[in-house]
């Protein structure tokens, strides 16, 4: 199975730090992709990549970047984190092409404080 | 543009009894659709999805969900539901943005409560 693999499960960190949000996938997914998930909102989409250095925004990319320099890792960058980017990140990767739907990793809980 | 409505941000039912969790959805072209189902502190997993073959689609844990065109719906059912079907699910939508490139779009989500 894929897998998608987001390195913290939380994170807690004070307004004007920059954070990094790092995913990496183990498949050879070419695209991938970055949520935000808030109650009462689904899930809504900040940043995609559908290759190597290649970026296009989602619905809501204010106050964020991304990285894509490596196929398997799309890192989501908060350039100076504030309280109303507190909430839980998605990340999730999907074979060019296939349309068998979206892999998701298990979530990051970001609390900016 | 793309868009999905999930008529009901709650839905509680007893064990046993039937299940029917309300999907609208808009797109400008010929759409995917997807049930994702999220359990509490866990990731999304697909349920099931539409790709334009059969439009009555079954997915895991009994789940089935009927793509209606005419009414532009994509319901999801359960005969009888059991305690472990207590989740979040989210209806999503695929269509094609500006540039060419699918995206997916989700619906705020519906939370089921199994009583027992």
């Known amino acids: 199975d894929v897998k998608v693999t987001q390195s913290s499960r939380y994170l807690v960190k004070r307004t004007g730090e920059k954070v990094f949000l790092e995913c990496v996938q183990d498949?050879?997914?070419?695209?991938m992709f970055w949520y935000r998930q808030d109650p009462g909102l689904g899930l809504r989409l900040i940043y995609f990549s559908y290759d190597v250095k290649m970026k296009e925004k989602g619905d809501i990319p204010e106050g964020y970047s991304v990285s894509r320099e490596k196929k398997e890792r799309f890192s989501l960058i908060l350039e100076s984190a504030s309280t109303n980017q507190t909430s839980m990140y998605l990340c999730?990767?999907?074979?060019?092409?296939?349309?068998?739907?979206?892999?998701f990793g298990s979530g990051t809980r970001l609390t900016v404080v | 543009a793309q868009s999905v409505t999930q008529l009901d941000s709650h839905v509680s039912v007893s064990e046993g009894t039937p299940v029917l969790l309300r999907c609208n959805y808009s797109s400008s072209y010929s759409p995917s659709l997807f049930w994702y189902v999220q359990h509490p502190n866990k990731g999304l997993q697909l349920l099931l999805k539409?790709?334009?073959?059969?439009?009555l689609v079954k997915g895991i844990n009994g789940f089935e969900a009927e793509f209606k065109k005419s009414e532009t719906s994509f319901h999801l059912t359960k005969p009888s539901a059991h305690m472990s079907d207590a989740a979040e699910y989210f209806c999503v939508v695929s269509d094609r943005l500006d540039t060419g490139r699918r995206a997916l779009t989700f619906g705020s989500g519906t939370r089921l409560q199994v009583q027992p």
């Open positions: 498949m050879d997914h070419e695209n």
């Open positions: 539409y790709t334009s073959a059969a439009t």
């Open positions: 999730a990767s999907e074979a060019g092409g296939s349309w068998f739907g979206y892999t």
